[in-house]
């Protein structure tokens, strides 16, 4: 049975727990700085609160990191060297040099490094994915992605606001939607990009794909509390896929009931499972039975590449070169 243990105890991490509960695995430890958030996490899920990642590692075989962006590097480099596999939300890191190191460190132990962009494990998303495949839409010409949400305020200390450790909106959230554009179109050429605002940030980029293809995307931390907004195009030239949020609410339950709750954060589905758990069901077979994996690690890296580019285009007013 694998042993797994979640690093941080917060939102991801009990979005993470609960799909690890669908799964054989069990979820044998959990470690954070924030003891409270361990023990009400631990309390749910029957798994043993520990006090230092040392502790954890000794006790699993798979280490599930959804701490804030900043300090994936080095637990990921700590779970490499102590021979563990590991699961990382998105994105992978701050830097490509930093992903660079972690995806090298875990070649070198021979451990698996399975990168959380959950999108891919949307229904909708992944439907889309699978007509593109098949040719029925022919060769793809443009893509378009949206995702604009509320200011996120839920993080522990505010961290998203914080840029040297979150990367702002056109990392932390915009990098779903250039993972996505790339698993669809294909490898990117150039970025370019303009953005707005500075906390309730609005951005826009175009993706030039290697195969000619182009992807407009746009973001934004920029709505009214409790919105969450996507949106998704693909035109070929045989045909178009459309499938925006506000016309049938793939990822939000707008109910009278004052006790459907608000926005946590993460976008939903009202489909039976939630994409989260797919995609922990997923990484247990990648892990388990040594399914090909869905995201890789590279599939990491370069998403966090297009976002730096992005984010580099903002700042100078000039397309930037991949």
Not at 37 to 43: D, G, H, Q
Not at 112 to 118: D, G, N, Y
Request: glycine share 8%; hydrophobic share 45%; aromatic share 6%.
């Amino acid at each position: 049975m694998l042993r797994v243990g979640l690093v941080g105890a917060g939102l991801m991490g009990r979005v993470h727990a609960v799909g690890w509960a669908q799964t054989p695995a069990c979820l044998a430890a959990i470690y954070s700085k924030y003891p409270d958030e361990v023990r009400e996490l631990a309390s749910t899920c029957d798994a043993e609160g520990v006090d230092s990642l040392d502790a954890l590692l000794d006790r699993v075989d798979v280490v599930d990191i959804g701490t804030p962006t900043h300090r994936h590097h080095e637990i990921v480099l700590r779970a490499a060297a102590a021979g563990k596999h590991i699961v990382c939300e998105k994105p992978l890191a701050r830097t490509v040099e930093q992903a660079d190191e972690m995806i090298a460190a875990c070649e070198r132990a021979g451990v698996k490094l399975l990168v959380a962009h959950v999108v891919r494990f949307f229904p909708e998303y992944a439907r889309a994915k699978a007509i593109v495949d098949r040719g029925d839409i022919g060769r793809v010409g443009v893509v378009r992605l949206r995702r604009v949400s509320a200011l996120p305020t839920w993080a522990v200390d505010n961290w998203l606001m914080d840029l040297d450790k979150s990367g702002g909106m056109m990392l932390d959230l915009m990098v779903h939607d250039y993972d996505y554009a790339r698993w669809v179109a294909g490898d990117v050429e150039t970025v370019f990009a303009r953005r707005a605002g500075v906390e309730r940030d609005y951005a826009q980029a175009i993706l030039r794909h290697k195969n000619g293809a182009l992807s407009h995307i746009e973001g934004g931390w920029a709505y009214p509390p409790g919105m969450f907004r996507t949106a998704l195009e693909i035109a070929g030239d045989g045909g178009l896929i459309e499938h925006p949020s506000g016309s049938s609410t793939p990822l939000e339950i707008h109910l009278m009931n004052a006790d459907a709750g608000s926005y946590t954060g993460v976008p939903r589905s009202p489909l039976r499972e939630s994409p989260y758990t797919t995609e922990i069901k997923h990484f247990y077979d990648v892990l388990a039975n040594d399914a090909a994996p869905r995201v890789t690690a590279s599939d990491g890296r370069e998403a966090l590449r297009i976002a730096l580019a992005a984010i580099e285009s903002a700042r100078t007013g000039q397309r930037v070169t991949l």
